[in-house]
């Protein structure tokens, strides 16, 4: 039987998962409406995968003139995007964790998706930031995985702790 947490039980288990929750969009919002570049070009793109299929068909067909670049290119854009996102669908899950696991992991992948949204449609406004779709796939995506693996953690963790009572009561 479940036992009900005060407020400030709830408050301390909850703690770390506020703190990577926040710390991580701040760093997101910083990483991505900073302006790194010095150009007033807006680059925006609203068709999805069409800058990697470039650069694949440009790899595949021995056309580019910087291979290490494209290659590059692919994989920052590609595992950055997804992996920037991760600990904020980490902390997301644990700070609003419910007892049905779906609605844990929609509640965390609309969030990642409003965040990202929200980012990219920020970018618009700054004169050298660019908008993409492809960020929008691939940083719901990492929120995703975030709480895909802590909602494994949760399910192994509470399948451990379920076995380890029932060995205990068996045992007395």
Known sequence: MKWAMTNQQSFFKRWPWLLLTVVTT???LYMTLYSWRHSLRNDVNLIPLAHKALAIHCLTTDTCHNSYRTVRYLVVDLVGNVVVFVP????LAGLIHREQWQTTFIIVMISG???SFTIETLQLMIPSRASDVDDLIFNTLGATIGVSIYLSYRFIYDLGVTNWQETVTSKS
């Open 26 to 28: 701040i760093l997101l």
């Open 113 to 115: 998706f409003i965040l």
């Open 88 to 91: 904020l669908g980490l902390g």
